[in-house]
C-alpha cells in the first residue's frame, strides 16, 4: 500500500510539473500571444524524466504512451488544416502534455479548452472587445482543462 501511495504522489508532483510550466506558458501566450520555445523543451525533459521513473518502477507501457500522443498529434493536424488558426505551439504543448497526463486528462482538457475558448472568443466578439480575425492565447484555456480534468480523473 505504502509504494502506491508513494507512485501516486509521484505522479502528482509530475502533474502539478506540467501544470506550473503551462502556468508560466499561459501568462507569455497573453502578453505575447505566441509561446517561447523553451516551454515545450522543458515539458520534453520532463516527458523523458517521467519515462524513466515508470521504467524504475516497472509500469512502463509503450501503448499506453502512443496512445497518450494521440490527442497531441491531432491538435496539430488541426493547426496544418486550419492554416495555423490555432496555433503549432498549442498542438505542440498539447502533445507533450499527452504522456505525462495520459490520454484521457489530455483528451477530456482539449475539449474543454476548446469550449471555454469558443464562450471566451464569442463573448469578446460580442462585446466587442476583439475581432473575428484577431489571435487568442490558447494556452490559458487548456490550462484551466487540465485542471479540471486531473481534478474530475486523478
Known amino acids: 500500500m505504502q ?17 506550473a510550466i503551462l502556468l508560466a506558458c499561459a501568462i ?3 502578453k505575447r500571444k505566441r509561446i517561447s520555445v ?9 516527458i523523458l524524466i517521467f519515462q524513466l521513473y515508470l521504467v524504475y518502477e516497472k509500469r512502463f507501457d509503450i501503448k499506453l504512451l502512443a496512445i497518450s500522443l494521440i490527442p497531441g498529434i ?8 486550419s492554416d495555423r488558426s490555432l ?3 498549442d498542438g505542440i504543448m ?10 484521457r486528462v ?10 471555454l475558448s469558443a464562450f471566451v472568443s464569442g463573448f469578446l466578439i460580442i462585446f466587442k ?10 494556452i490559458p484555456c487548456i490550462l484551466i482543462g487540465v485542471g479540471v480534468s486531473i481534478y474530475a480523473f486523478c
Do not use: R, W
Not at 38 to 46: E, G, M, R, S, T
Not at 94 to 99: D, E, K, Q, S
Not at 106 to 115: N, Q, S
Open 3 to 19: 509504494s502506491l501511495t508513494n507512485a501516486f504522489s509521484t505522479v502528482c508532483v509530475f502533474q502539478l510539473a506540467v501544470m
Open 28 to 30: 507569455e501566450d497573453i
Open 38 to 46: 523553451i516551454y515545450p523543451a522543458v515539458l520534453f525533459a520532463l
Open 74 to 81: 491531432v491538435m496539430l493536424i488541426l493547426s496544418f488544416l
Open 87 to 89: 496555433g503549432a505551439g
Open 94 to 103: 498539447t502533445l507533450f502534455m499527452g504522456p505525462i497526463l495520459g490520454a
Open 106 to 115: 489530455t483528451f477530456f482538457a482539449i475539449v474543454i479548452a476548446l469550449f
Open 129 to 138: 472587445k476583439a475581432k473575428k480575425t484577431e489571435s487568442f492565447a490558447f
